[in-house]
């Protein structure tokens, strides 16, 4: 699941953006993760989880397409959803009746903010980017280049490090943020689906809703996460359609 930001004006300690939103973005059904259960349940938990946000939303859009969509591409389409949006709102603006239009209004369209968007994730998902034909080079481009990261700090993972190892990253830096967080949060959404199979409680893990909708639907079981067991994930069967496991 992706989370992507769509910073705008400039924002925050640095001084650098103005977070408009955050969009979270579930992925297909058939990426074939291990364990990973039915989109439907997922959005449905995720909308539940973000009640209480003023700021993130939930996108099905991806999780909606015939099959699964990489990740560039879905950042692509939210970009455009952002300036198809953008250009509405001064569409809008430039109909308004001219004595309801304030000279603020008129400068803001005259001198649009194009607004950005990055993906944020943990800061280990950099070293995802070394594993062998998990991701396309010239994806991977695009997304640091065009795009942008933000990457939270976890434990166990150096991010400057990864970015120092590989040559890419190094040449896209400055488009890269690493963000240290000064009160850790370590859980982990693999322990606590584990957890939930063991029948242990998850109170205070998890919002109340969203513990009452997996009890409700039976969800996260020993049965489900056998689901796709064996499998590759399918950017691997993409770049191996033999469907034998990639070589270390």
């Known amino acids: 699941m992706e989370i992507f930001l769509l910073p705008g004006q400039r924002w925050n300690k640095n001084r650098r953006y103005r977070v408009i939103e955050g969009i979270m973005s579930p992925v297909n059904d058939n990426y074939g993760k291990k364990g990973l259960v039915s989109a439907r349940h997922r959005i449905a938990m995720a909308k539940l989880a973000l009640k209480t946000s003023d700021w993130i939303r939930v996108d099905p859009w991806?999780?909606?397409?015939e099959t699964w969509t990489e990740t560039v591409k879905v950042l692509r389409h939210h970009y455009n959803e952002s300036l198809r949006l953008l250009q509405s709102k001064k569409e809008f603006m430039e109909n308004k009746h001219p004595h309801e239009r304030s000279t603020r209004d008129s400068l803001s369209c005259q001198h649009p903010v194009?607004?950005?968007?990055?993906l944020l994730c943990g800061a280990d998902f950099l070293q995802t980017f070394k594993t062998p034909n998990l991701w396309k080079e010239e994806d991977i481009k695009e997304i640091v280049e065009k795009f942008g990261l933000v990457c939270i700090s976890r434990a166990g993972s150096d991010p400057s490090q990864y970015i120092k190892e590989s040559d890419l990253l190094t040449q896209f830096q400055h488009n890269i943020f690493l963000v240290k967080e000064w009160i850790q949060n370590e859980i982990s959404a693999t322990r606590i689906r584990s957890a939930l199979r063991r029948g242990l409680s998850v109170k205070y893990l998890l919002?109340?809703?969203?513990?009452?909708?997996?009890?409700q639907?039976?969800?996260?079981?020993?049965?489900?996460?056998?689901?796709?067991?064996?499998?590759?994930?399918?950017?691997?069967k993409l770049q191996n359609p033999a469907g034998t496991p990639p070589r270390d």
Do not use: F, W
Not at 62 to 65: I, R, V
Not at 114 to 118: D, H, I, T
């Open 62 to 65: 991806e999780s909606e397409q």
């Open 114 to 118: 194009l607004p950005e968007l990055k």
């Open 207 to 215: 919002p109340d809703s969203v513990i009452a909708y997996i009890a």
């Open 217 to 236: 639907h039976n969800i996260y079981t020993e049965e489900s996460e056998r689901r796709n067991e064996g499998d590759l994930l399918q950017p691997l």
